[in-house]
């Protein structure tokens, strides 16, 4: 059974639109994250959260917020899409956060912006 | 400018040979550093990971050498096989006031010949 659950694998939207990412974990952890993986690009850090709680966030944009409703959800909601936003974005999920946690990914949700 | 380099971008080895991938840095406060395994379609799958206290850590026919003074680690994979065949990436992270942020380098396509 898959440990961390994305939903949906893929999705499409049109500029200007607003859509949420779905995050679950199920491997007891308490801390998750948000990267995102674009063309000739490296995975790039989002967010990251412990116990619910907001721990670095990098994105520069305020259009993408993390939301937290339960210790094992992180969900990331995306407002006013741009097709720059295009990309595959990652969860992760760790036992603990800081330094050497080893990080867990899940599928991925490739958002394509039309 | 990039903070984690990896070369090659792309490598083709025959089966049962060995695989050795490099990866460099500059921030001298990056003390961990896991590697990362992706297949198409898939997320990152952590492979194997060292921290900057250790120069060698080996797991099956996986191994990453550390060397702190060039700033460089590789990771050796022998009798290399087939379903071998995915994007490796090396990653770091800082230690002191880390929030989990692993950063990433482009990645090596390998492609393991029968």
């Known amino acids: 059974d898959p440990k961390i659950i994305q939903k949906p694998k893929y999705l499409v939207a049109v500029t200007g639109s607003e859509k949420i990412l779905i995050c679950e974990q199920y491997l007891g952890h308490n801390a998750m994250y948000w990267y995102r993986q674009s063309a000739k690009k490296p995975l790039e850090f989002m967010f990251s959260?412990?116990?619910?709680?907001?721990?670095d966030n990098q994105t520069a944009s305020s259009r993408f917020q993390p939301q937290s409703s339960k210790k094992n959800h992180l969900d990331l909601q995306i407002t006013a899409l741009k097709p720059d936003d295009s990309a595959t974005y990652f969860c992760?999920?760790?036992?603990?956060?800081?330094?050497?946690?080893?990080?867990?990914f899940g599928p991925g949700t490739r958002l394509t912006v039309l | 400018q990039q903070q984690v380099r990896q070369s090659p971008q792309s490598l083709t080895v025959w089966e049962g040979g060995t695989t050795v991938l490099t990866c460099s840095y500059e921030d001298s406060t990056f003390n961990y550093f896991p590697w990362y395994q992706q297949f198409p379609g898939e997320g990152p799958a952590l492979l194997i990971s060292?921290?900057?206290?250790?120069d060698k850590k080996e797991d099956g026919r996986f191994t990453t050498f550390f060397n702190k003074r060039e700033k460089k680690l590789s990771l050796h994979i022998i009798d290399s096989q087939p379903g071998d065949s995915a994007t490796y990436f090396c990653?770091?992270?800082?230690?002191?006031?880390?929030?989990?942020?692993?950063?990433f380098g482009l990645g090596t396509t390998l492609q393991v010949q029968p």
């Open positions: 060292i921290l900057s206290v250790s």
């Open positions: 990653a770091a992270s800082k230690g002191t006031g880390n929030t989990g942020k692993l950063i």
């Open positions: 992760a999920s760790s036992q603990t956060g800081g330094r050497d946690a080893e990080q867990f």
């Open positions: 959260y412990s116990y619910q709680k907001l721990m």
